[in-house]
């Protein structure tokens, strides 16, 4: 016996599945649609956090030129900071007074 609930939920995942299959086969990530501004460069800023310590932490395990090339994606990466971090100040809004 197929209820209500049942068959809308059949159709909520018939509906991912077309949705699914018609991404190109080479995408492996796709993003929540209709996502605002704010909470993408939050996530960019959080992401970028990441890397970056990923990056300094690698850093300091290897030597020489591997070293040199870590510190430079490092620095690469904080400026990429410190524009999305630009980007979420603009985006603030004030608080009533």
Do not use: K, W
Not at 4 to 14: C, D, F, G, R, V
Not at 63 to 81: K, P, T, Y
């Amino acid at each position: 016996m197929v209820n209500e609930n049942t068959s809308s939920s059949i159709a909520s995942l018939q509906a991912a599945a077309r949705q699914a299959t018609s991404q190109p086969a080479d995408q492996l990530f796709t993003l929540v649609p209709n996502l605002d501004s704010e909470t993408l460069l939050a996530n960019a800023s959080q992401d970028l956090a990441s890397v970056q310590a990923l990056t300094v932490h690698l850093a300091f395990e290897v030597d020489g030129s591997h070293r040199d090339v870590a510190l430079g994606i490092c620095r690469m990466l904080e400026g990429i900071q410190m524009m999305v971090d630009r980007m979420l100040d603009l985006y603030e809004v004030p608080e009533p007074e």
